[in-house]
């Protein structure tokens, strides 16, 4: 070994004894955290940043050929932080906040710290993030920087990892590299394969990758494995490393029982003791990135929306045509879809940007975890599939909340007026599910016109948009003239003898508006609300509803839980008025559409007859 190499891996060594001493006194000073988790991985991590192959400008976080670095092992944050201090980008002040209000060093990684791209911490999904932003690279920007993912053994067991295993591959993204810490113990005891190697090895070669086993202590073997994997066109690089949990501290090394735990006062006194002197003033350099920036395509007019009032069009259809129509306004869309694309009817768009349209195929998980991994490099995702898969998905939905993600889902369909499928292809949950999501927008259509001005109003969101579509055909009902904002509602039929207000979206505007037909004919007059934005209600327009009907009745085909029923009656908490609400009561089964809403109870028949009851009890009161 040449005196500059030794003098190399000496340095090396001094910044993994300084990362190692910062993740015990942090945590310790938290009173929590995982320092034994963050010790295994040290070598791996400090031979990554400062072995030459990592490529970052530490004074633009934001530079867009950055090398990007990944914590799907989130847990490890004082070994992210502690990094990130022995680059210079942190203070030894900043770094013993860890884990207090207030701080931006959290205890799983998040935006909130600039060098952290996506929140992480749900174990299984910073594979998938790592992929979206390997496909950007690859196949969006033209750009060379490389994706690092840093994997725990323990969530090896996640299916989710094994999705973008294998589409990695199938993507042939050279520009990936994971590095996998095995260090045998997990939470409560021994992983799935402990320190079988040849386990992981096997495994992961199989479905296509490079693999390099090593000693995840030794700095020559580390920094060898990055310089292979970095010359890798094509083919995805795992890096399996033995190491040892809590490494560097013998009562903690090899351990079980340590997971999560701080040390104690005297504890950290003892293991301090045998880490010996730091030197807190060693820091290390990144190689800065080539100055290559993506071209940016500009945006272009589109041409407005256009359809036959005579021609019932399903919104599935009205969604696929949006996107096409669109997309040189807002050149930086993608589409995503589960191979469910002649549904959903992103091959519309695939056929006319194949460069802009990955097929995820079966892999719902892997897809959200991409789409994020997309939104973090500036594009904007749509994500498409049957309504009813997306709950696949949810841990990963409700995690890319956390990284201030700027990610479209489409859900088709919805409910069970898509018919003779029968229930295992019914949305029945959807709604529920991103309404709970903080500031998301949850939008149902129920026509071809409002449908694709709700997917132009989605992409000028910054932020979560679930967007519910049919497979039925409905009739149109607007003008391309007619407006629609996220927020809003439209007022369908409105007159000062109304007894009642019914609200609806989707296919039930269709079955409100027949309703009020054959109550007109009896003598009957009812406000129907086509309620497209479920979230952010319209509050305005629902309360002056209300005080002049006294009566509300709401209907939709999703399950009551959570849906639009409940949305109404939240935004109608404080004025006193009745609202009633018919949903989908009872496990569905095949059929027509129309044999099913009258079997759930929410076609046009059961709102009359609720209207007409409703009147009657009315009456007899007044009597």
């Known amino acids: 070994m040449t005196k500059q190499r030794l003098h190399k891996i ?9 990362i190692r001493y910062y993740s015990l006194v942090a945590t310790s000073k938290a009173g929590s955290g995982h320092p034994t988790s963050a010790m295994s991985a040290t070598e791996l991590m400090s031979g990554l940043f400062f072995g030459g192959t990592f490529r970052f400008d530490i004074n633009h976080p934001d530079h867009p050929n950055n090398d990007r670095l990944i914590f799907s092992k989130g847990h490890a944050t004082p070994l992210f932080y502690g990094l990130w201090l022995a680059a210079g980008a942190i203070s030894e002040d900043e770094m013993l906040t860890y884990r207090q209000f207030g701080s931006r060093l959290e205890g799983h990684p998040t935006p909130r710290f600039p060098y952290a791209d996506a929140a992480t911490g749900s174990l299984g999904q910073g594979l998938s993030i790592g992929l979206g932003m390997a496909l950007n690279a690859r196949y969006l920007d033209n750009l060379n920087y490389r994706t690092y993912v840093l994997l725990g053994d323990s969530e090896m067991a996640e299916g ?13 993204l050279g520009n990936l590299i994971g590095v996998l810490d095995v260090n045998r113990l997990g939470q409560r005891g021994e992983t799935m394969y402990g320190f079988d190697l040849d386990a992981y090895q096997r495994r992961i070669s199989a479905f296509g990758w490079n693999t390099i086993v090593i000693d995840g202590h030794s700095f020559p ?12 066109a094509r083919t995805p690089t795992m890096i399996i490393g033995k190491t040892v949990k809590g490494k560097g501290v013998t009562f903690l090394e090899n351990k079980n029982g340590w997971h999560g735990v701080a040390l104690d006062d005297q504890q950290l006194e003892k293991a301090l003791d045998q880490l010996g002197e730091v030197d807190k003033s060693i820091r290390g350099e990144l190689t800065k990135p080539e100055n290559l920036r993506p071209s ?9 929306v256009e359809y036959d009032p005579e021609k019932a069009v399903p919104t599935r259809n009205a969604f696929g045509k949006a996107l096409v129509r669109i997309f040189p306004k807002f050149p930086r869309i993608v589409s995503l879809d589960g191979e469910v694309g002649n549904s959903t009817r992103t091959q519309w768009f695939a056929r006319e940007h194949p460069d802009r349209f990955f097929e ?4 719902e998980q892997n897809m959200v975890g991409a789409a994020l991994g997309l939104s973090c490099r500036g594009k904007i995702p749509f994500v498409s599939t049957f309504a009813a898969f997306l709950t696949r998905a949810f841990d990963q939905i409700r995690m890319s909340q956390y990284s201030n993600a700027n990610i479209k889902f489409v859900g088709s369909h919805a ?23 903080v500031d998301s927008v949850v939008l ?15 992409v000028e969101y910054e932020g979560i948009v679930y967007l519910r579509t049919m497979r039925q055909s409905t009739p149109i009902l607007y003008t391309p003239e007619d407006h629609f904002q996220i927020g809003g509602s439209k007022v369908l039929k409105t007159s000062d003898q109304d007894v009642a207000v019914v609200v609806g979206a989707g296919q039930t505007v269709h079955e409100a508006l027949a309703a009020h037909d054959q109550l007109k004919k009896k003598g009957v007059r009812i406000r129907v609300i086509d309620l497209y934005s479920i979230k952010p209600i319209d509050e305005k327009t629902l309360k002056d509803a209300a005080e002049a009907t006294e009566f509300v009745l709401t209907v939709e085909d999703h399950y009551a839980a959570g849906g639009l029923g409940e949305a109404v009656r939240s935004a109608l908490a404080e004025v006193p008025v009745e609202v009633r609400s018919l949903s989908v009561s009872s496990k569905p089964r095949s059929g027509a559409p129309d044999e099913l809403r009258d079997f759930e109870g929410i076609s046009a028949d059961t709102i009359v007859e609720t209207i007409l009851a409703h009147a009657r009890e009315g009456t007899e009161a007044t009597v």
């Open 160 to 172: 989710s990892q094994w999705e973008s295993i294998q589409l990695a591959a199938y993507y042939q």
């Open 296 to 304: 940016e395509a500009k945006s272009q007019p589109i041409e407005g």
């Open 360 to 363: 995820m195929y079966i892999a």
């Open 10 to 18: 000496e340095h090396l060594e001094q910044i993994a004894k300084l």
């Open 221 to 232: 073997d580390i920094l060898a494995a990055f310089k292979t994997a970095s010359e890798s």
């Open 415 to 437: 409910g069970i007026s898509i018919g003779q499928d029968g229930p295992s292809q019914m949305g029945l949950e959807d709604i529920a599910m991103f309404r709970t999501i």
């Open 444 to 458: 149902h259509p129920c026509d071809a016109v409002s449908t694709e001005k709700l997917v132009e109003a989605a």
